[in-house]
C-alpha cells in the first residue's frame, strides 16, 4: 500500500536510494523550453498531463498550473471509489479473496500515485517558485488521503481475513512456483504492519487520532521546508576568486566549471538586454578566470581536495556546513528577511519531537524502534554491534591514514601547517592533504584519469558489463520519451534470452544544475511493475549530479561520479528487472530499507573489475586505451583512505541513531553536542569546530527515507561485497563461471524483489547468510 507513505516517500524521493554528497543552462531558459510557467492557462481536466496516467509522463507539456485541478480531481473520484470498497468489504461474510482488497486498492490509488510521484520528482530536478507554491497547496490534501487509507479499519479488518486465508508459512520461504502466493503473503502482511503503523490502532475521534494525523501532517510540512531550505542556500552561496595564484595547481576541469559558473552568474544578475547579452558573450577562459566556486556538489569537493588558498578553502567549507542554519541567515536577518523558515535548526528540533511523540503514541519507546520494526536489523543494539565491529578495524586505519596527511602538510605546507601554528588539520585541510598524499603515493592525479571517462564510453561500458553478466541489453532511445530537460537521455532494456524482448526503460539525468536540481544521486520509479494495472515493463528515473560538459569538452567524469553512475544503476536494475508482480513488492517495494542498498554497493564493485573498466577507459579525443600503470595504481587506490570513510560513514550512522533513540530533543544537549559526542567515539579528526551545522544539511534523515536507517549503507554494503565475493570465487577471469553467478544474481537479488524477504533471497543467491569478511577485505581492514 504505496499511498500511506505517499507523502513522504514521494515527495523527496529516497536521497540514493544515494550519496551522501552529491550543461549550462540558466534557469530561465530551461522553464522556456519546457513551459513551466503558470503564466500559461491551466489545462483542462479532461486534457491535463497529470490525469494521462496510463502513459509516460509528458514532461514538455506539464506545467505546474496542471497539478491542482488533477490533484482535486483524482482525490475527488478516490473519496468515491474507496468508500464504496469500503461498504463493499464491509458488507462481505464469506471470505474475502485477496483480489478484491489490495489489487482493488492499487488500481484506485494509481492515478494518485503517477500524478503526484510526477510532481515530486519535478521538485527535485526542476524545481521552480511556481511548482513549489502549487506543491504545497496540495500537499495537505494528499497526506490526508493517505492517512484515510492508513486508518480505514474496514481495509484492515479485510487485510486480516485475506492473511488468515493463506496457509500458514512461518519462514516466508516459498516454492518458485508458488512466487505469486509469496509476493501475496508478504505484500498483505507489509500492509497490516503499515497500517498499524499509519495509526490504525487509534479509534475515531480520540485525543490520540486526532494527535497523530496533526503529527502526519506537520512531518510533511518540515520535511519539504528542510528540503527547500538546503537547496535554497546552496543556490544562494558563490566565492568568485580574481586572482590566479588562488587557483594554481588546480585540475582545468574543475577551473573550466568554476569560470562557467562565474559565466551563469552574470547572466544570471543582468539587468538590461544589454548587460545580459555582453554576459553571454563573454568568452570563458578556464585559466585565466574569472572563476566562481558554489557549494554544487563538484564544485564544492573540486575546492576541497584542490584549492591551494587555505582561507577559500575555510570560507567555502563554512559555506557548505553551515547552510540553511541559524549561522548562514544572519546575513538575511541585516536585511529585515524573515528567517525562521529558513533555519533548519528550528526544524530539525521539531522534527525529533515529533518522531518521539509519535513512537510514543504507536507504543515504541524511541523512534528508532519504530524505524526499525520495518527494517532486517533486529534492535538498536544489533546496529551497535555491527557499527562497532567495523569501528575496532576501521579507526586504527583512519589514525594512521589521517597521521599520514598529517605529516605531509607539515613537510610540504610551509610555515603555516607547523605543529605550533597548527596543532592539528582543520576540517577544511584534510581532503586538500589527503589527495595530496595520494597523488604522492600512487603518483597519479585525478585529473589524469578524467579523460578516460567520458560520460557516454562510460555508459557504454557499465551497459557492456549488464549483457555479459545478466543477458541483457542496453539500447538508447531518446526521442521515444519527452523529457524535462534537454541533458536527459532515455533507454531500453531488452532480454537476450527471450528474443530481445522489450522488459524496462529508464531516464538519466546526469549532471548537476545548482539552478533547480537538488544535490546528491537518486533513483526513484517513474513506473512500477503491476499485474493488477495491467503493467509489465517497469520505467526508472536515475538522477545524477555529475560534472557537466565545459566548452567543447564532454562530460569528463571522476572517478567517484563514476561509481555513484553503476550504484545508481544498480537500484535501476532491481526496478526494472523484476519479476515480481505484485505492486506493492515488485522491484524496491516492500524490500526492508537496510536491505535496499545491496544491488546498488554490488555494481561499485566491477569499477575495480579489468574487463569492466576496459570497457569504457578510453581517452576522449584519441580512443587511447587506459595505461595499463593507470588502472593498477587506481585498482590500489582502492583501499586509500578506506578508514576513514569507514569512520565517516559509521558516525553518519551511529549519530543519525543516537538522535532517534537516547537523545532527548526536550534535553539541554543540542542535537550539534550529539553529533560531538560521536565524533569523538567513530572518527580519529578533531571534533568538530563550534561552528559546524552539517546536520542542517542531513537531508537523507531529515528530508527522506533514512530516518534511524542511515546505517542502512553499513548494514547492506556487508551483503553487497559477500555477493560480489561469489564471483570472485568462481575467478573474475572465468568467463562462464562468471554469467554463471550473474545469472543467479539475476534470478534472485534483482528479481524476487520484496516478494521473499531479503534474508532468504541472499540466501538463495549465496546459500548462505552474510559475513563481513569480504568487506572487510575490500577495504584493505581484514
Not at 573550466?256 to 552568474?265: I, T
Request: proline fraction near 5%; hydrophobic fraction near 40%.
Amino acid at each position: 500500500m504505496k499511498i500511506i507513505s505517499l507523502a513522504l516517500a514521494t515527495l523527496l524521493t529516497r536521497p540514493s536510494l544515494s550519496r551522501a554528497f552529491s550543461t549550462p543552462f540558466t534557469t530561465a531558459s530551461i522553464l522556456t523550453s519546457l513551459k513551466m510557467s503558470t503564466t500559461s492557462t491551466a489545462t483542462s481536466v479532461a486534457s491535463n498531463p497529470l490525469l494521462q496516467s496510463a502513459s509516460l509522463p509528458k514532461f514538455t507539456s506539464i506545467t505546474p498550473s496542471d497539478l491542482t485541478p488533477a490533484i482535486e480531481s483524482i482525490l475527488s473520484s478516490l473519496e468515491s471509489e474507496f468508500s464504496s470498497m469500503e461498504s463493499s468489504l464491509s458488507s462481505s461474510v464469506e471470505s474475502i479473496p485477496y483480489e478484491s482488497v489490495l489489487p482493488a486498492l492499487e488500481k484506485i490509488q494509481h492515478p494518485l500515485n503517477y500524478a503526484w510521484g510526477i510532481a515530486g520528482h519535478l521538485k527535485g530536478v526542476r524545481d521552480s517558485e511556481e511548482l513549489r507554491k502549487e506543491y504545497e497547496r496540495n500537499q495537505p490534501n494528499v497526506v490526508k488521503a493517505s492517512m484515510k487509507f492508513g486508518q480505514s479499519r474496514v481495509l484492515y479488518e479485510a487485510l486480516k481475513r485475506v492473511d488468515d486465508s493463506f496457509a500458514v508459512d512461518n519462514s516466508g520461504d516459498s516454492k518458485d512456483e508458488d512466487f505469486v502466493t509469496a509476493q501475496q503473503k508478504r505484500a498483505v502482511k507489509n500492509s497490516l504492519r503499515e497500517m498499524t503503523l499509519a495509526g490504525v490502532g487509534f479509534e475515531e475521534g480520540t485525543p490520540e487520532r486526532e494527535r497523530f494525523n496533526e503529527i502526519k501532517l506537520r512531518f510533511a510540512e518540515l520535511s519539504t521546508a528542510f528540503s527547500n531550505n538546503v537547496l535554497d542556500a546552496t543556490k544562494a552561496f558563490g566565492l568568485n576568486v580574481t586572482n590566479k595564484s588562488d587557483v594554481e595547481g588546480v585540475p582545468e576541469s574543475a577551473m573550466g566549471m568554476w569560470a562557467q559558473a562565474y559565466k551563469m552568474h552574470l547572466i544570471k544578475e543582468a539587468e538590461g538586454d544589454e548587460e545580459k547579452k555582453k554576459a553571454e558573450e563573454m568568452e570563458v577562459n578556464a585559466n585565466e578566470g574569472p572563476w566562481r566556486i558554489t557549494l554544487d556538489g563538484p564544485s564544492y569537493v573540486a575546492a576541497m581536495q584542490h584549492l591551494p588558498n587555505r582561507e577559500l578553502r575555510k570560507e567555502v567549507y563554512m559555506g557548505y556546513m553551515t547552510r540553511a542554519s541559524d549561522l548562514s541567515v544572519k546575513e538575511c536577518e541585516k536585511e529585515g528577511e524573515d528567517t525562521v523558515s529558513k533555519n533548519n535548526v528550528e526544524i530539525i528540533n521539531e522534527i525529533l519531537k515529533l518522531r518521539k511523540e509519535m513512537a510514543g503514541l504507536l507504543g515504541f519507546d524511541n523512534y528508532a524502534e519504530l524505524s526499525l520494526s520495518k527494517k532486517m536489523a533486529p534492535s538498536v543494539a544489533s546496529v551497535h554491534e555491527l557499527s562497532n565491529l567495523i569501528r575496532d578495524k576501521a579507526l586504527p586505519a583512519a589514525e594512521k591514514e589521517l597521521a599520514a596527511a598529517t605529516a605531509l602538510a607539515r613537510q610540504d605546507g610551509g610555515a603555516t601547517y607547523s605543529e605550533s601554528n597548527l596543532p592539528k588539520l582543520m576540517p577544511w585541510d584534510t581532503a586538500f592533504w589527503v589527495e595530496r598524499l595520494k597523488e604522492k603515493t600512487f603518483e597519479l592525479k585525478e585529473e589524469e584519469l578524467r579523460p578516460y571517462f567520458a560520460l557516454d564510453a562510460v555508459l557504454g561500458g557499465m551497459f557492456g558489463l549488464v549483457e555479459r553478466i545478466f543477458d541483457i541489453e542496453v539500447r538508447a532511445a531518446d526521442g521515444q520519451a519527452e523529457v524535462w530537460h534537454p541533458d536527459v537521455k532515455f533507454f531500453t532494456i531488452h532480454d537476450k534470452s527471450d528474443n530481445g524482448k522489450h522488459i524496462s526503460s529508464f531516464f538519466l539525468d546526469p549532471y548537476s544544475r545548482p539552478a533547480d536540481k537538488r544535490g546528491g544521486a537518486w533513483m526513484a520509479d517513474c513506473i512500477g511493475k503491476s499485474a493488477a494495472l495491467g503493467f509489465d515493463t517497469p520505467v526508472a528515473y536515475l538522477t545524477c549530479n555529475g560534472s557537466p560538459p565545459v566548452g567543447h569538452k564532454p562530460s569528463l567524469m571522476t572517478f567517484r561520479e563514476v561509481e555513484t553512475l553503476f550504484h545508481e544503476f544498480g537500484h535501476g536494475l532491481q526496478h526494472m528487472l523484476t519479476k515480481a508482480s505484485v505492486g506493492d513488492v515488485a522491484g524496491i517495494n516492500g524490500v526492508e530499507w537496510d536491505a535496499v542498498e545491496l544491488p546498488s554497493q554490488f555494481m561499485e564493485n566491477w569499477c575495480y573489475d579489468k574487463p569492466t573498466v576496459y570497457g569504457f577507459a578510453k581517452h576522449y579525443e584519441t580512443g587511447e586505451a587506459l595505461p595499463d600503470d593507470m588502472f593498477e595504481k587506481l585498482s590500489k587506490q582502492r583501499t586509500f583512505g578506506a578508514g576513514m570513510m569507514a569512520c565517516r560513514q559509521l558516525l553518519f550512522g551511529m549519530m543519525d541513531m543516537e538522535l532517534h533513540s537516547n537523545f532527548d530533543p526536550n534535553g539541554s544537549d543540542s542535537i550539534f553536542d550529539v553529533h560531538r559526542r560521536m565524533a569523538e567515539i567513530y572518527t580519529p579528526y578533531s571534533m568538530p569546530v563550534p561552528e559546524d551545522r552539517f546536520l542542517c544539511g542531513f537531508s537523507h534523515i531529515f528530508a527522506g527515507g533514512y530516518s534511524a536507517g542511515y546505517y542502512s549503507y553499513k548494514w547492506a554494503e556487508v551483503m553487497s561485497a559477500d555477493a560480489f565475493g561469489a564471483f570472485e570465487d568462481v575467478g573474475l577471469d572465468n568467463e562462464e563461471g562468471v554469467r554463471e553467478v550473474g545469472r543467479r544474481f539475476r534470478d534472485t537479488v534483482l528479481s524476487l524483489g520484496g516478494g521473499v524477504a531479503p534474508m532468504e533471497v541472499f540466501k538463495r543467491f549465496r546459500g548462505r547468510e552474510p559475513s563481513p569478511e569480504a568487506l572487510l577485505r575490500h577495504n584493505g581492514l581484514a
